[in-house]
């Protein structure tokens, strides 16, 4: 089973950008939709960002629709999240995830339907 290794979390300010990456282990992540979901302190975790497993086709939550973009490298085993105009309320754990759906179908996955998850990496943003 493919195992998920999240890196570049930290502190920002608000206004600030980071990309984190999720390096993949143990298997390849072409056959799988990739996910970030994030977890605040005292709050459920919740759907950040998708990609479906070819790259053609993204989701995004609202709330950072236009801020964040994920990409993939089947080629590298990497997933990225780009965040840019950071705000407090981004502050949280981001979790890696990997998802399989048959073929090209995709439905936003929530957090009980993940199929790996990451370790998790901190992201702080200070006003």
């Known amino acids: 089973q493919v195992q998920l290794v999240e890196s570049g979390g930290g502190s920002v300010q608000a206004g600030g950008s980071l990309r984190l990456s999720c390096a993949a282990a143990?298997?390849?992540?072409?056959?799988?939709?990739m996910t970030w979901f994030r977890q605040a302190p005292g709050k459920e975790r919740e759907f950040v960002a998708a990609?479906?497993?070819?790259?053609?086709?993204?989701d995004y939550a609202d709330s950072v629709k236009g801020r964040f973009t994920i990409s993939r490298d089947n080629a590298k085993n990497v997933v990225y999240l780009q965040m840019t105009s950071l705000k407090p309320e981004d502050t949280a754990v981001y979790y890696c995830?990997?998802?399989?759906?048959?073929?090209?179908?995709?439905?936003?996955?929530?957090?009980?339907?993940?199929?790996?998850w990451g370790q998790g990496t901190q992201v702080t943003v200070s006003s």
């Open positions: 995830a990997a998802k399989y759906y048959v073929g090209n179908y995709y439905a936003r996955p929530g957090r009980f339907e993940i199929d790996t």
């Open positions: 143990g298997g390849a992540i072409s056959r799988y939709a």
């Open positions: 990609i479906n497993w070819s790259g053609g086709s993204t």
